[in-house]
Every structure is written in structure tokens, then in C-alpha cells.
């Protein structure tokens, strides 16, 4: 079917002059009706599909108390990072065995390593290892922060590197020092039991989450 190019009358077919308006239909030229459109697709999706829900925030929904992993993201971590950052310069300048002077005017870590010489290179490894702890904290942090699939392992990943670190600094100290080591025991003892104490809460904790951690 065809419209009057006049004024839109619907034609009828073979019509040589339109029934409303009488303008001859030249040569049988017409204008054909518009059909309806589909409407253009919205956002790459065809209509009548619906477009998927984009979740801004993984928790919406979910029911799931997060002061935890809020606490870890946007305090702890940034804790952690910093005391291993101080830990390392405590190290490096020998400052883990106090700040005082002997009467020869001597620092109190040079009498140290006067007397143990395999201190000064333990104490340098330590500052290494302390510093690359700091970055790690940073990184568990930004995957944490960021959702991603492998925050939470990256998470416990650093409570065991913190656990190991320990436990080699108490045993290399153990075989250099002898004797009495009652206070260096009892300090490493306590970074040990609370490195594990989190590896188990934290596991716990982020496998009940692990829906939302998928970047």
C-alpha cells in the first residue's frame, strides 16, 4: 500500500488520482507508509533483552557484616606496612638493642655485634626481609581494596611470611647467641602466636566472603 505524496491519503492499489485530494499519481509513484521501527539497541543489548545488573558495591545484598575487612583495608594493613617499615631502619641501624651508650662512648649495637660479629649481617637480613613485608602488606591491601580473586589468599600469604620471618630471626639468633634467650623467646613468641591466631581468623572469615572477592 501507498500515501498520497499530497496529503498522506492511503491509496488504493492501481489508483491513478487520489480519492481525497485528486493529485494524480505520477507514473505510479507513491510513498510508501513508514513501518514500525525496532528501537535502536541501548547499551549493545537488543530490545526486549534486558541489560545485566552492573553491582557497584559487591556487599549490596549479600547480608554480610564487612567491619572487619573494612578495619584490615583501611587501617590494619597501613599499620602492618608501617611497623615493618620501622622494624627494617631499627634493624639496619641496630637500634633493636636499645638506644643507649656505653661509658667508651660506644652505641650499645656495637658492643652487641663486638661480641656476636654474625648479628651485624642476621640484623641486615632481617631489615630486607621487614621492608619487602611492608610492600606486601601494601599489595594484600590493594587487592583487598580492589575485590580481587586472590586478595584474601594474598592476605594470609603475608601472615605466613610474617610467621616464617620470625621463626627464622629465633632459630639463626638462637644458633649465634646461645645461652640465655628468655626475652628474644618471649618477643618472637608473641609475633608467632599472633600470626597464626590470623591466618586462622582470617581464612575463616574470607571463606564465608569468597562470592564477593571475583575482579
Same mark, same amino acid.
Given at each position: 500500500?501507498?500515501?498520497?505524496?499530497?496529503? +498522506?491519503?492511503?491509496?488504493?492499489?492501481?489508483?491513478?488520482?487520489?480519492?481525497?485530494?485528486?493529485?494524480?499519481?505520477?507514473?505510479?509513484?507513491?510513498?510508501?507508509?513508514?513501518?514500525?521501527?525496532?528501537?535502536?539497541?541501548?547499551?549493545?543489548?537488543?530490545?526486549?533483552?534486558?541489560?545485566?545488573?552492573?553491582? %557497584?558495591?559487591?556487599?549490596?545484598?549479600?547480608?554480610?557484616?564487612?567491619?572487619?575487612?573494612?578495619?584490615?583495608?583501611?587501617?590494619?594493613?597501613?599499620?602492618?606496612?608501617?611497623?615493618?617499615?620501622?622494624?627494617?631502619?631499627?634493624? /639496619?641501624? +641496630?637500634?633493636?638493642?636499645?638506644?643507649?651508650?656505653?661509658? %667508651?662512648?660506644?652505641?650499645?649495637?656495637?658492643?652487641?655485634?663486638?661480641?656476636?660479629?654474625?648479628?651485624?649481617? /642476621?640484623?641486615?637480613?632481617?631489615?630486607?626481609?621487614?621492608?619487602?613485608?611492608?610492600?606486601?602488606?601494601?599489595?594484600?591491601?590493594?587487592?583487598?581494596?580492589?575485590?580481587?580473586?586472590? +586478595?584474601?589468599?594474598?592476605? /594470609?600469604?603475608?601472615?605466613?611470611?610474617?610467621? %616464617?620471618?620470625?621463626?627464622?630471626?629465633?632459630?639463626?639468633?638462637?644458633?649465634?647467641?646461645?645461652?640465655?634467650?628468655?626475652?628474644?623467646?618471649? &618477643?618472637?613468641?608473641?609475633?608467632?602466636?599472633? &600470626?597464626?591466631?590470623?591466618?586462622?581468623?582470617?581464612? %575463616?572469615?574470607?571463606?564465608?566472603?569468597?562470592?564477593?572477592?571475583?575482579?
Amino acid at each position: 500500500m501507498a500515501n498520497c505524496e499530497k496529503c +498522506g491519503t492511503l491509496l488504493p492499489e492501481n489508483a491513478l488520482f487520489c480519492p481525497n485530494c485528486g493529485r494524480p499519481i505520477d507514473g505510479g509513484h507513491t510513498t510508501e507508509a513508514p513501518s514500525p521501527e525496532t528501537p535502536a539497541p541501548v547499551g549493545g543489548y537488543s530490545y526486549g533483552q534486558s541489560a545485566p545488573v552492573v553491582r %557497584t558495591n559487591p556487599t549490596d545484598g549479600l547480608g554480610l557484616p564487612m567491619k572487619w575487612y573494612k578495619f584490615l583495608v583501611y587501617v590494619s594493613l597501613f599499620l602492618m606496612a608501617a611497623n615493618q617499615l620501622w622494624s627494617g631502619l631499627e634493624s /639496619l641501624a +641496630g637500634l633493636n638493642y636499645g638506644n643507649g651508650y656505653a661509658e %667508651t662512648g660506644q652505641h650499645v649495637s656495637e658492643l652487641v655485634y663486638a661480641l656476636y660479629p654474625s648479628l651485624r649481617g /642476621l640484623d641486615i637480613a632481617m631489615a630486607v626481609l621487614s621492608v619487602a613485608q611492608a610492600v606486601g602488606a601494601i599489595v594484600a591491601r590493594q587487592m583487598l581494596a580492589h575485590y580481587r580473586t586472590k +586478595g584474601p589468599t594474598t592476605l /594470609l600469604v603475608l601472615y605466613g611470611a610474617n610467621l %616464617t620471618v620470625a621463626l627464622i630471626y629465633l632459630v639463626a639468633a638462637g644458633v649465634i647467641i646461645g645461652g640465655d634467650m628468655t626475652a628474644l623467646v618471649f &618477643s618472637g613468641g608473641l609475633v608467632i602466636a599472633w &600470626s597464626i591466631l590470623m591466618i586462622l581468623l582470617n581464612r %575463616t572469615y574470607f571463606k564465608k566472603r569468597k562470592a564477593l572477592f571475583c575482579n
